[in-house]
């Protein structure tokens, strides 16, 4: 899900930089969200939604019947009801908390604001021209209008946590936006993190590969004085739990970015070796052959084409199936029944970086790519599988 939600957002970014947009994205900062739900507001809420009867008392007693006190030493604090907060770890709290915040979403766009929801994760992005100021004025009240709907549902906005990422072709195209919350002025940032990404003012990403890259030779520095005691099948899991999975976590940004992707590789290469014993002259294409791993930039390939698979069959959010339509030539061609999909016209597409990297851009250029009986495939897991098949075969096809 959250390779979802980054990507959807940093295609917009990049669509609107393309354009030759200045965009400001908004990361407002809640204290304690969880804890500040009000359990009156959130009844109301699921009533106006339809239900009652069993499935609402039901509700009710998950979020009632709760107290708290303080303990200190021996003494202890007469217990006082909890009238709002949802237990956090539970997959009922989130999908509340959602429900709780689902307004906001309508407040937002009702300014042409964009926005991103992801539980207390609360974005808003905000393109216009370059040379229209005034377009940060609107940003502002909206960002007035959502404290002030914040402070009525009793949620905690912090401003002095609250970032700006200002994401332009120039950097000094932000001079002069000033976007205010609650009176405080929030600095234009040229790197923020967003859902564990580093997200900079050119979408480079160099500052998430390298940090990632850090991370993880960090992990297999620390994996080696396991090696003695571990078999490989054991240590390999190690790698997967650790390493593999930082490498993947919303590797479908990292597509079209070979000189920065090298990194990774680097770390993939040292990964083999380690779960291998293999000499550190001894070639790691061979060795990611043994182990049935794709290269890193095969492996960011794959991750799109799944999203691509799971929103042309309606199994992902509408905003990833907006971004990929099927080819319907106006007349019957012999590439009719071939499942492909439209491309995007040149004209929309000036910047590299959108080219190469943008998931509306990149999406149907892979997937017309693929074997007709591989895009054709009747299930997500079959697909999965016949793609992995392909792509390993691409990758390792002069081994």
Not at 3 to 19: H, M, T, Y
Not at 46 to 68: A, C, D, K, Y
Not at 108 to 125: E, K, M, P, T
Not at 294 to 322: C, D, H, M, R
Request: aromatic residues 6%; contains cysteine.
């Amino acid at each position: 899900m959250l390779d979802i939600i980054r990507g959807a957002l940093v295609d917009d970014l990049r669509q609107e930089l393309d354009r030759g947009s200045v965009s400001l994205l908004v990361l407002l900062d809640l204290s304690a969200a969880f804890d500040t739900i009000d359990h009156g507001i959130l009844l109301g809420r699921l009533t106006g939604m339809g239900l009652g009867g069993t499935v609402l008392q039901w509700l009710h007693s998950f979020l009632e019947g709760r107290s708290q006190m303080v303990s200190l030493g021996d003494a202890c604090s007469a217990p006082q009801p909890l009238t709002c907060g949802v237990p956090q770890g539970s997959v009922l709290s989130l999908m509340l908390f959602n429900i709780y915040m689902k307004p906001l979403g309508e407040i937002i766009r009702s300014f042409g604001v964009r926005c991103h929801l992801y539980a207390d994760d609360v974005q808003l992005c905000h393109s216009f021209p370059p040379v229209t100021k005034e377009a940060v004025q609107v940003l502002n009240r909206c960002l007035a209008t959502v404290s002030d709907w914040m402070r009525a549902k009793k949620l905690n906005l912090n401003p002095d946590k609250t970032e700006v990422l200002l994401v332009s072709q120039k950097a000094e195209q932000g001079i002069g936006l000033q976007p205010v919350l609650d009176g405080v002025t929030l600095p234009l940032k040229a790197q923020v993190r967003s859902l564990g990404v580093f997200l900079d003012s050119s979408l480079s990403l160099e500052p998430q590969v390298s940090a990632v890259a850090r991370g993880a030779f960090a992990q297999l520095k620390l994996m080696c004085q396991l090696r003695p005691y571990l078999g490989k099948p054991d240590l390999a899991m190690v790698v997967h739990a650790l390493v593999k999975s930082c490498l993947d976590y919303c590797n479908t940004l990292y597509v079209g970015l070979p000189s920065n992707v090298g990194k990774f590789q680097l770390v993939q290469q040292e990964a083999a070796r380690l779960i291998t014993g293999a000499a550190y002259r001894e070639r790691t294409t061979l060795l990611l052959c043994q182990l049935h791993g794709l290269p890193i930039s095969y492996q960011a390939q794959f991750k799109v084409l799944a999203l691509t698979y799971k929103a042309l069959i309606g199994s992902g959010p509408a905003y990833l199936s907006e971004r990929v339509s099927r080819y319907n030539p106006p007349q019957s061609l012999r590439s009719s029944g071939e499942a492909l999909l439209s491309l995007p016209p040149a004209s929309q597409v000036q910047l590299a970086g959108t080219r190469d990297r943008a998931f509306s851009v990149v999406a149907p250029h892979l997937w017309n790519t693929l074997p007709s009986e591989v895009r054709q495939a009747p299930s997500l897991l079959s697909f999965r599988r016949n793609v992995k098949t392909w792509l390993w075969d691409q990758a390792f096809k002069q081994h």
